[in-house]
C-alpha cells in the first residue's frame, strides 16, 4: 500500500478491460477514486465499477472516445464533479490490427494513431490544464508498449503511435518538471489482455511469442499496475521521463542469449 495514493483521484482511459481494469483494481485497493472510459462495452464497464466497489473503491464509469476532446472533458469534469479534484490521469486506453503497410488504408492508420496518441495528447492536455489551473503537483502515467523500441512489421501505425507517445512524454515531462508535475510511461511486453486472447489460444502462436521473452511467460496485468502504482505514488517521487519497460526481459535482445551473434 502506498498511503500519499489514499483519497486522491484518477482517471483511467481504457479502464473498462485488460491492463486499465487490473489498474483501476490496484488503484481501488490503495484506496483511490476512480473515473474511467468505455468504448463499446456498457456493461463491461459496469461490471467493473461493481467489483471496484466490491473491493471498497470508488469509482464511475463514463462513454468517452479517447480521440475526441469533447469526451476527453467529459472525463475530467466526471472526476471534479464526483470527487472534487484530479491527481492522477493514465493515458492507458489503445488499439492495434494487423496490416502490411503498403496495403494499410489511410483510415486504419487514423484509427491507431488518433486512439494511442492523439488520445495521449488529449489526454495529457486536460490534465495538465487542471494541475496548472489549480496548482497541484499531479502525475500522468502513459501506456506506451516495447514497440516504442522494437519495431513491429506489419504494425506500422501502432509502432509509430508509441514511438511517438515515448518523445511526447518525455517533452513534456521536461516541459513541466519545473511546476512538479511528472509524466512517465509503461512499456509492457506481452501481457494477457482481450487485445492478444485470440493469439494466445493458439499453441504456436503463444510459443512463438513466448520464446522472444527470456523469462519464458506471458505477463499479468497485475504486474504492469503495480508498475503504475509506484510511479503514481510519491515513492517515485524523483522520477520523471522515464519509461518502465514491463516485459520479461523482451527489449533485452533475447537473439543475442547464450553469447550468439
Ligand atoms: P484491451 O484491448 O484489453 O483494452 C484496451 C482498452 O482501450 C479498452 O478498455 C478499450 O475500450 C479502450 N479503447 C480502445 N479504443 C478506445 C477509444 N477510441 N476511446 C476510448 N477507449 C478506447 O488492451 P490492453 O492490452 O489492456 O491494452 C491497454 C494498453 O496497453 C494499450 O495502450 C496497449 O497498446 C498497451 N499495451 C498492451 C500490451 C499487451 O500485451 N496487452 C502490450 C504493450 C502495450
Do not use: C
Not at 478491460?17 to 473515473?35: H, Y
Amino acid at each position: 500500500m502506498y498511503q500519499d495514493l489514499k483519497g486522491k483521484v484518477a482517471v483511467i482511459t481504457g479502464g473498462s478491460k485488460g491492463i486499465g481494469q487490473a489498474i483501476a483494481l490496484r488503484l481501488a485497493k490503495e484506496d483511490m477514486n476512480l473515473v474511467f472510459n468505455y468504448n463499446s462495452d456498457a456493461k463491461g464497464a459496469e461490471r467493473a465499477v461493481e467489483k471496484i466497489r466490491n473491493n471498497g473503491g470508488n469509482a464511475v464509469a463514463v462513454h468517452a472516445d479517447v480521440s475526441e476532446e469533447a469526451d476527453v472533458k467529459k472525463l475530467l469534469d466526471t472526476a471534479v464533479t464526483n470527487f472534487g479534484q484530479l491527481d492522477l490521469w493514465i493515458n492507458n486506453a489503445g488499439m492495434e490490427n494487423q496490416v502490411p503497410t503498403h496495403k494499410m488504408s489511410l483510415a486504419d492508420w487514423k484509427k491507431v494513431l488518433n486512439v494511442n496518441l492523439t488520445g495521449t495528447f488529449l489526454g495529457s492536455k486536460s490534465a495538465l490544464n487542471y494541475f496548472l489551473d489549480h496548482k497541484v503537483k499531479g502525475n500522468i502515467i502513459n501506456m506506451s508498449s516495447v514497440h516504442e523500441q522494437i519495431p513491429w512489421p506489419t504494425f506500422a501505425h501502432y509502432a509509430a503511435s508509441k514511438g511517438g507517445s515515448k518523445l511526447f512524454t518525455e517533452t513534456i515531462a521536461l516541459e513541466y518538471a519545473k511546476r512538479g508535475i511528472r509524466v512517465n510511461a509503461i512499456a509492457p511486453g506481452a501481457i494477457n489482455t482481450p487485445i492478444n486472447a485470440k493469439k494466445f489460444k493458439d499453441p504456436k502462436q503463444l510459443k512463438d511469442t513466448t520464446d522472444l521473452i527470456p523469462m519464458n511467460r506471458i505477463g499479468k496485468p497485475s504486474e504492469v499496475a503495480a508498475a503504475a502504482a509506484w510511479l503514481a505514488s510519491s515513492e517515485s517521487s524523483y522520477v520523471t521521463g522515464e519509461t518502465i519497460f514491463i516485459d520479461g526481459g523482451m527489449t533485452l535482445y533475447p537473439s543475442f542469449e547464450e553469447g550468439k551473434g
